[in-house]
RNA sequence: GGGCGAGUGGCGGAAUGGUAUACGCGCGGGACUCAAAAUCCCGUGUCCGCAAGGGCAUGAGGGUUCGAGUCCCUCCUCGCCCACCA
């Protein structure tokens, strides 16, 4: 069988690299290389192995890595492990292994399914967030932020899963379910602790439009931060007596102020009732005696739904009328205030105005309580008519009913009525954001230990930095319930206060895995430091990334994450740029052969280590580069493998007709080869594999049909093939009699004259329809062109009888006459 | 409801406004073989035709252009993201 043997010479070059430390940076750079930092997304190291989705990004950077090596660029491409998280925390509690154990276990078994793939990572660089000698950098960030306002503490309505027992940030929450166990979310009053990332909302959104990521990425974040322009409007005054619960302070005739939100100013005189948030601190004050039995009911059954809950009942606008009313800022009109749960308390001010006629949900609310609908826009002049009988109109227009403001458009309306409302003194034009700050405790145990200690005198205190890592104690209880298991840790627990030395009990919460991986990327570039997270200038020689590649789903968390924490170190002057992530990719998911989402309860699973044991790593590689485009989702076919597989075979057959260097040559070798050159160097950049193994395959072909080859179009050719298939390409490489590494060779060039063919075929179209080609010499002119083009039998078939209007000629593709 | 993508052979897919279907899989035929596998060669959108050649075809319909898969408009379908954000 004219086969190469996979299972031996793969594993020999593997040794062969790890012997030499072939991924590791050198240093130096050829003139005028820069060096470049190319970073996968680490893989969290799960009991079931690397995925074929983690060695399509793997390998396609590997591709890149290799590639610019071979130009002269000392490139950083490292890898590590997300290590801590929930699954062998879980694994824990089922079985009684230690997450330490189990996640050992999997880093071992990615490691040697990694080196199995031939990938050229920088293993002296490999890192894990797990090891104490990371997370104690982890820890030394928490407190940096700490001492800087970055990390406080706050009791807010937090999201809570029950599945999990833990609470989770916002970004965890899909669907209003938990991202990792699909519970159902409820809310809760929790004490927590928050990183202030929403004090970078702004910068975090202007940053994204300076970086090259794809549109979709960009999109997402710009809508996660969600920023909106309005004005915070007060609705002041009351009638009538007011009572709160037991205990609630009683509040007096006039003295309460409700600050609405809206982004619809110019609707202010449309307002018809003022909506509380069930949660709303001014519920109780506000509620009347005769009210506070259904408020009070009302409140308990909102307070009982998962947001989920509160999403999907959204046709249904249910509330209940606190008895008491507020005066309309402008026109002193009295509004009756409401609660209901379609008011968020966490967004805004906890409050809106409800102007039914142009507000969808004010109309279904006020349809259901026979609220007021007042019609204070008009639809722009040429459009029809709208019909309050049936919706709100919700589009811009020209105000009507509303004062002194008639005639305007809804744009100059938003800006004068808040001129208005702003010279009254009753609000102020505000920003709002969808993001809040970010939830970083977690009640587990693997995870980065929060530093901080409780002080019965002292109350919170950081642990001293010289005192970190807090470790984490190896002897708990992994059963969860709702408390961190480290709390009845007492070794752990019980510690001196910081600041006097008194009895203290250490933070028992864990950090979210997200602070863990939002600055893995700085420790690669001196990731054996003990003196700092870093060395300055490691970090201004690798940061930031050049290219980052990863799965999509990581769209609002990781990356915002990691890109608010670039921020605030470098306000905090650790780094000197911003944006952490240059350039980014994001890889598609590879399906399982039925096209569905590959899952173990779905059996449709590619386990790459039986791949690479039938069709050997290079196979497995191309097949990966070969099936589509990076960035989209592709069912896997193990049957184009095989065609891979074929290919690769083919150029191994090849090296037994390759000529000595003396030998004749064969002039449409080197075009082709110089061809692919161009094509395969183009799309390696372009990170469009699949089209450069499409043209190696054309090259082999070509090359194929000669009964030798010459030896210096075939090196070349190696070349290219060795950065999708290294092993392979080393094998053939040595075969040939080189003694050094081809990777230690330059990446091959191309001449443009190679590129010229002594004859071009032209298609020769008669009024836009093809009719023939010809074959000529590129460089003919137009006329002579023309010329062949109309003595051709069947093209002058089509002219006979017809006048020439025109002729386009395209230089060396394409003619068209147009005839009547 | 809002936003962003995408619809091309039997399948994965290719195509700076310029010969649509490259490359690979699969399939059909042939060579080699006692035979098979492997390998190699030829063919393979669809309809008409012995052929030469022609008609039609990139989700549907319109438009711009000498020329449209590609640009513009309308619609359909699918995917992803966000979503009671005031």
Redesign the pocket.
């Known amino acids: 069988?004219?086969?190469y043997n996979h299972l031996e010479i793969e594993p020999k070059w593997q040794g062969r690299w790890d012997e030499t430390g072939a991924g590791k940076t050198t240093g130096k750079s050829s003139d005028g290389k820069d060096p470049l930092y190319l970073l996968t997304m680490f893989p969290y190291p799960s009991g079931s192995g690397l995925h074929v989705g983690h060695v399509e990004s793997y390998t396609a950077m590997d591709i890149v890595a290799r590639k610019k090596r071979m130009e002269g660029h000392d490139v950083l491409f490292p890898i590590g492990f997300d290590a801590f998280g929930l699954p062998a925390e879980n694994y824990a509690i089922k079985t009684g292994v230690h997450p330490a154990e189990t996640t050992d276990k999997a880093i071992g078994n990615f490691r040697r399914q990694m080196k199995s793939l031939g990938l050229s990572f920088d293993w002296s660089r490999e890192l894990s967030t797990a090891d104490p000698a990371y997370y104690k950098w982890t820890q030394w960030m928490f407190l940096l932020f700490y001492k800087n306002d970055l990390a406080y503490r706050a009791k807010a309505p937090v999201n809570w899963c029950d599945g999990c027992v833990t609470v989770l940030a916002?970004?965890q929450?899909?669907?209003?379910k938990c991202d990792r166990c699909s519970t159902v979310v409820v809310q809760k009053d929790l004490e927590q602790w928050f990183f202030r990332i929403t004090k970078y909302a702004d910068r975090l959104l202007a940053g994204i439009e300076t970086v090259d990521w794809?549109?979709?990425i960009k999109?997402?974040q710009k809508?996660?931060i969600?920023r909106?322009e309005?004005?915070e409007v007060e609705f002041r005054g009351l009638k009538g007596e007011m009572i709160g619960e037991p205990g609630a302070e009683r509040v007096h005739e006039a003295e309460f102020s409700i600050p609405?939100?809206?982004?619809?100013?110019d609707?202010l005189f449309g307002v018809s009732y003022i909506?509380l948030?069930p949660e709303h601190p001014l519920v109780d004050a506000l509620t009347t005696v005769e009210n506070c039995e259904a408020v009070v009911a009302y409140r308990d059954q909102a307070r009982k739904k998962s947001?989920l809950e509160?999403?999907?009942?959204?046709?249904?606008?249910?509330g209940v009328f606190t008895g008491t009313y507020a005066k309309h800022p402008l026109t002193g009109e009295e509004v009756p205030i409401w609660i209901?749960?379609?008011?968020?308390?966490?967004?805004?001010?906890?409050?809106?105005?409800?102007?039914p006629a142009h507000?969808?949900?004010?109309y279904?609310?006020a349809s259901k309580y026979s609220l007021p609908v007042h019609q204070v826009i008009a639809p722009p002049a040429g459009m029809p008519e709208h019909d309050f009988a049936s919706a709100a109109y919700g589009d811009a227009g020209i105000l009507v009913n509303s004062s002194t403001f008639d005639g305007l458009t809804s744009a100059e309306g938003k800006n004068m009525i808040a001129t208005a409302v702003e010279s009254a003194g009753k609000g102020k034009r505000v920003t709002?954001?969808?993001l809040r700050d970010w939830l970083v405790s977690r009640q587990r145990y693997w995870g980065a230990p929060i530093p901080m200690a409780w002080c019965e005198t002292c109350g919170v205190q950081p642990v001293e930095p010289s005192a970190l890592p807090v470790l984490l104690p190896r002897d708990v209880d992994f059963k969860p319930t709702g408390k961190s298991p480290l709390v009845d840790s007492v070794t752990f627990h019980d510690v001196v206060c910081p600041k006097c030395s008194g009895p203290a009990r250490r933070e028992s919460d864990t950090m979210d895995t997200f602070v863990d991986s939002s600055w893995y990327y700085l420790r690669y570039v001196d990731s054996t430091n003990a003196e700092v997270f870093a060395e300055p200038e490691a970090l201004k020689q690798w940061c930031p990334v050049d290219l980052y590649v990863g799965g999509?789903?990581h769209?609002?968390m990781h990356l915002l994450y990691s890109r608010f924490f670039a921020y605030a170190l470098h306000d905090l002057g650790y780094l000197d740029f911003e944006e952490p992530f240059l350039k980014l990719r994001n890889q598609?998911l590879i399906l399982g052969p039925d096209?569905e989402?590959m899952s173990k309860s779905r059996g449709n699973v590619v386990n790459p280590d039986e791949v690479v044991e039938q069709y050997g790593a290079d196979a497995l590689r191309l097949?990966e580069m070969?099936?589509?485009?990076l960035e989209?989702?592709?069912?896997w076919?193990t049957?184009?493998?095989?065609?891979?597989?074929?290919?690769l075979?083919?150029v191994w057959?090849m090296r037994e007709r390759v000529e000595g260097a003396e030998g004749r040559r064969f002039e449409g070798a080197d075009r082709i080869v110089h061809k692919t050159i161009k094509k395969v160097s183009e799309?390696i950049d372009a990170m469009?594999f699949?089209?450069a193994?499409?043209?190696?395959?054309?090259c082999?072909?070509a090359l194929?049909?000669a009964e030798t080859i010459p030896r210096g179009a075939y090196e070349s050719f190696v070349k290219l093939l060795a950065t999708f298939a290294p092993h392979l390409g080393e094998e053939i490489w040595h075969d040939l009699g080189n003694a050094s590494s081809v990777f230690d060779e330059a990446w091959p060039t191309f001449d443009e004259a190679m590129l010229v063919d002594d004859l071009?075929?032209?298609?020769v179209?008669v009024?836009?329809?093809?009719?023939?080609?010809i074959q000529m010499d590129p460089s003919s002119n137009e006329k002579d062109v023309q010329d062949r083009a109309m003595a051709t039998?069947?093209v002058a078939?089509?002219l006979e009888g017809t006048e020439i209007?025109?002729v386009?000629y395209?230089p060396g593709?394409?003619?068209?006459i147009?005839v009547k």
């Not at 989209?632 to 069912?635: C, I, L, S, V, W």
């Not at 593709?813 to 068209?816: A, D, F, S, V």
């Open positions: 069988m004219p086969s916002n970004e929450v899909i669907d209003g794809p549109e979709r999109t997402m809508n996660w969600g909106s309005g004005v609405v939100f809206t982004t619809r100013i609707t909506v948030a947001e509160r999403t999907q009942l959204e046709k249904d606008k249910a209901s749960d379609y008011v968020l308390v966490n967004y805004g001010t906890g409050a809106v105005m409800g102007v507000d969808d949900r004010d279904l609310f709002n954001y969808h999509a789903e769209a609002v598609g096209g989402k097949y070969f099936m589509g485009p989209d989702a592709k069912p076919d049957s184009g493998i095989v065609g891979v597989r074929r290919f075979d083919k057959m799309d469009k699949n089209t193994i499409s043209a190696m395959m054309i082999a072909n194929q049909t071009v075929a032209i298609a179209q009024n836009g329809k093809l009719r023939g080609t039998e069947n078939k089509f209007v025109k386009i395209v593709r394409l003619i068209n147009v």
